[in-house]
């Protein structure tokens, strides 16, 4: 008969691991776990891609991940067919402030070629991620405050195609919460909100209290910590990650100085990734650790993410974590 000592073990264990689930968690054939850390990289980090005529891009990043030795994918675009160009738009594909009689049409084109998209590649580009024993375990997509409700359905059955059971909402405003709970229920897929550093704005994510906010709306909303962008705007990583480590699904690993500081090189910032690695590590949380390399050092973009993978793992290898 199992002893109490092994028996609350046990269920420690369990409950570590059931903390944020994640289809696929532990499908990659290809393992860059490293001190119990789930590494890996978000695929932005390897542009600009080789050129390379003939050839799918999807095809050239998985070598890269491949040639890397990062096995958790984290993908910005699947590729394909272009979609229609929106004139006159916003930054970051938001609505523009002024919406010109060009900016609607433009818009309206995009939106219809978005609900008749064919999900055939979406799920060609899952069967090369698992045929490569890649876990492709995110996407990355902004729900721009234009989109209809047939929209952003469309883009969740896009998602549900590629099979990822979360997805960085990349620029989406917080404003966008109450009308995607719904959906991402309806489809069991998490939107992993992301911060950036623009703390002023009352509808943008950036700061812990707009993040707080989120997660109580929804127990399917959870967040993707950007500790850059959340450290440039003189948040403190560390004490998000320890009081909710329960609800963040993977971080994004770069290095931001403090007060919308640039980013720069890992190790040279104001963010505690050593600090956070740590954390992950000693409490056994089933966090990702994803590099999303912004910082343009002298190397190709497979030798300087590599060199943020190896940077990572000699963190873990000697960082103690602080409580």
């Not at 004490?239 to 040279?268: M, T, Y």
Request: with cysteine; hydrophobic share 40%.
């Amino acid at each position: 008969m199992m002893n109490r000592r092994a028996l609350l073990k046990g269920l420690g264990a369990m409950a570590a691991v059931g903390a944020v689930r994640v289809p696929g968690l532990w499908a990659a054939k290809v393992d860059s776990t490293y001190k119990g850390v789930k590494l890996g990289l978000i695929t932005g980090s390897l542009n600009p891609l080789p050129n390379a005529p003939g050839k799918d891009p999807i095809d050239v990043i998985i070598e890269n991940c491949l040639a890397i030795g990062a096995a958790n994918v984290e993908l910005v675009n699947v590729g394909g067919a272009m979609p229609p160009q929106v004139t006159n738009g916003g930054r970051f594909g938001q609505a523009p402030d002024q919406k010109t009689a060009e900016y609607l049409e433009t818009r309206e084109e995009l939106r219809q070629w978005r609900i008749n998209l064919p999900l055939d590649r979406f799920r060609e580009v899952r069967k090369k991620f698992d045929d490569a024993g890649l876990n492709l375990f995110s996407y990355v997509y902004t729900i721009d405050d234009d989109m209809t409700d047939p929209e952003i359905d469309a883009v969740f059955r896009q998602m549900q195609a590629l099979k990822v059971g979360l997805f960085c909402t990349n620029q989406t405003r917080a404003t966008m919460a109450a009308r995607m709970a719904p959906i991402a229920a309806k489809y069991k897929i998490k939107p992993a909100w992301h911060p950036h550093d623009n703390i002023d704005s009352p509808v943008e994510v950036a700061t812990a209290d707009s993040l707080e906010k989120l997660l109580a709306m929804s127990k399917d909303f959870v967040i993707n910590l950007d500790i850059g962008h959340f450290t440039a705007g003189n948040n403190d990583a560390v004490a998000f990650l320890k009081k909710h480590h329960d609800r963040i699904s993977h971080l994004h690993i770069k290095d931001r100085k403090k007060n919308h500081g640039p980013n720069v090189q890992l190790g040279e910032g104001d963010t505690p990734i050593k600090e956070c690695l740590a954390l992950i590590r000693d409490n056994k949380w089933p966090i990702y650790a994803i590099i999303e390399r912004e910082y343009r050092g002298p190397g190709t973009p497979v030798e300087e993410t590599k060199w943020q993978m190896e940077y990572m793992k000699k963190a873990l290898g000697s960082t103690t974590a602080t409580g």
